[in-house]
Structure formats: C-alpha cells, structure tokens
C-alpha cells in the first residue's frame, strides 16, 4: 500500500513562503505524475500543481508565478515552494499520486494546514 506524508505547513504572514514536502513510501517513478490540491474551509478541493514523471509543471492560474512544484528526480518527495502567501491560500494542502492506466487508483496524503494571517 503506497503512502504519501505531507508536512511544512504552518502559520505565516501574507507576502511570507512556505516549503511543503509530500514524501512516498515508494519511489516517486511510479507514478505518472505527483499534484497539490488545496481545500479551503467549507469548499471543494481545488487543482493547484501537477508535475509528470518527465518534470512537466502544470499550475491553476491563481498560483502561477507564485508557487513552484518540483520533485527530487529519481527519490521519492515532491515539493511546493509557496511564495508571497496571500489570506486566501489558507487552508489544507494535499499532495496526490496519479497515473494514466484504465485501472489505476489514485493515492492521497492526510494533508497538511497552511494558515496564513492578513
């Protein structure tokens, strides 16, 4: 059973940064792709980074330019490296393997609080 473990989440000023982890309890060439999802309080979990498995970046547009995912090659982490934070970042980042294949089962970490304070 793959296992995917968030952590650096945190309290934080707007305009501050925060580095998550998603580590995999299998190497991360497994999987076709690893991606960030963010839920906010009382909404729907929302899209935030995808990368694949040849280090092709993807970002919701509310991110873009702000936040950067990317992975250790060959390990078995993916990171989000969070900038200039805003207010309505806030809420519970989570890291996701996927893959491509008609029977394959997506994998979720726990997830991780970001707060961040006006």
């Known amino acids: 059973q793959v296992q995917l473990v968030e952590s650096g989440g945190g309290s934080v000023q707007a305009g501050g940064s925060l580095r998550l982890s998603c580590v995999a309890s299998?190497?991360?060439?497994?999987?076709?792709?690893m991606s960030w999802y963010w839920q906010a309080p009382g909404k729907e979990r929302e899209f935030i980074a995808s990368?694949?498995?040849?280090?092709?970046?993807s970002y919701a547009g509310s991110v873009k330019g702000r936040f950067t995912i990317s992975r250790n090659g060959a390990g078995n982490t993916v990171y989000l490296q969070m900038n200039s934070l805003k207010p309505e970042d806030t809420g519970v980042y989570y890291c996701?393997?996927?893959?491509?294949?008609?029977?394959?089962?997506?994998?979720w970490g726990q997830g991780t609080q970001v707060t961040v304070a006006s």
């Open positions: 299998v190497s991360i060439r497994s999987f076709d792709g």
């Open positions: 996701k393997a996927w893959g491509t294949t008609p029977d394959w089962t997506d994998y």
């Open positions: 990368i694949t498995r040849t280090s092709m970046a």
